[in-house]
């Protein structure tokens, strides 16, 4: 706390000293040529007159002295060991040396008044002796400025030091942040891919043995014919659905129209795309297109598995603020989304709920956000916003 309020007197001083410090100088150089008159060449008797206006004006400067700031915060510097020993003092309240000076200031202009020289020859010695020891004090203010100074270069040091310190933290924390999403995204990126060619090679191995093996038993037992027919035709659809559409020969609206047509036929669930026709999708990657398939494939798979639902929809149009709005709303029974507000997963989310974090991490990996709207008896909306460009 010392330290503080030091500094804070230091810049105080600093201030009115760099306003003041030319009256101190004024000071003594006009009681120098006052002092001079009276040591003349043939050490003749300088003008009463003369005497009597040079110690007015010099009286009228020590009262304006008196007045100043600098005055003030004078009285307030804690003098050396060195100074308080030589002088018996222990603070400028017991050293008030202007005072001394004003007061004989005034016996000398009374002096010279009357034309009683001696005595102002007299005074004249003293206010000389005063003016040394105020010149003491004037040395001391300049190393009480000097150690201010420094105490306040030292704090300013130390409060930028700590600031950047600060700062250094703050960006290494955000850094490792930042990684740390980063990994996750690329992770996750990974896995999405991984799993769709795990997918197809599912597919591929499915078609290649299984259904061979089921005709081969088909054409043997003649009576499980219409039962092996269903097994084959689930066991296609499910091919049909591991094997990614190719976008190198049909646009992605294509697909998900075909994609509602055969969850119509398969599911009996009324289902409708509507798809704006002018949407411009040419700054979607193939593998971004996959992602959005998926997660509208997801979406589908949800409904036909939990909501209960007659009707579904799908949207997909492009905002005036460069977003392309993707929807999947449905009429059926509904749920307690684990997403909240802002899209994040909540504590409350458990193993029913990974195609829910599977939507959420490819609409990670498309630079977008996904959003689900739900309540129960009042159907369900998953949103999915991406960024034109991103």
């Known amino acids: 706390m010392r330290f503080f309020l030091c500094v804070l007197s230091g810049v105080l001083l600093l201030s009115c000293t760099s306003h003041n410090n030319s009256a101190l100088q004024e000071i003594i150089i006009k009681w120098n040529n006052i002092d001079n008159l009276l040591l003349q060449e043939n050490n003749s008797i300088p003008s009463e007159s003369l005497l009597l206006s040079e110690s007015s004006d010099y009286i009228r400067m020590l009262q304006e002295f008196q007045k100043s700031d600098l005055y003030r915060v004078y009285r ?56 040394i020891k105020f010149m003491l004090i004037d040395g001391e203010a300049q190393r009480y400025i000097n150690t201010s ?16 310190l600060f ?22 990126h990974a896995y999405m891919l991984a799993q769709d060619e795990e997918r197809a090679r599912i597919s591929r191995e499915l078609h290649d043995t299984v259904i061979q093996d089921m005709r081969c038993v088909l054409l043997e037992q003649e009576k499980a014919a219409p039962k092996m027919t269903e097994l084959m035709k689930k066991t296609r659809d499910i091919c049909n659905s591991l094997i990614p559409p190719d976008f190198r020969f049909s646009e992605l609206p294509d697909a998900i129209r075909k994609l509602c047509h055969d969850f119509n036929e398969r599911t009996e669930i009324d289902c409708r795309a509507e798809i704006d026709a002018h949407i411009n999708l040419d700054f979607l990657s193939m593998e971004k297109r996959l992602q959005i398939y998926r997660i509208v494939q997801e979406a589908l798979t949800n409904i036909e598995k939990h909501s209960e639902a007659k009707e579904t929809i799908v949207t997909m149009r492009a905002g005036q603020d460069g977003v392309i709005y993707i929807g999947i709303g449905d009429d059926g029974k509904g749920f307690k989304s684990p997403l909240d507000d802002s899209g994040q997963i909540t504590a409350g989310i458990d193993k029913s709920n990974i195609g829910i974090i599977s939507m959420k991490e490819r609409a990670a990996i498309l630079g977008g956000r996904l959003k689900i709207v739900s309540e129960i008896g009042e159907g369900t909306l998953v949103c999915l916003e991406i960024p034109v460009g991103g």
């Open 76 to 131: 307030a510097i804690p003098f050396s060991p060195e100074v308080k020993r030589s002088f018996l003092i222990y603070s400028i309240k017991d050293f008030p040396e202007i005072e001394n000076v004003l007061k004989l200031a005034l016996i000398f202009r009374d002096s010279a008044a009357l034309g009683d020289m001696k005595k102002a020859v007299e005074i004249s010695g003293e206010i000389n002796k005063s003016l």
């Open 149 to 164: 100074y420094l105490l306040l270069l030292i704090a300013l040091v130390f409060f930028i030091t700590v600031i950047m």
């Open 167 to 188: 700062i250094l933290f703050l960006h290494r924390s955000l850094i490792t942040s930042f990684k740390r999403e980063t990994e996750g995204i690329e992770f996750s």
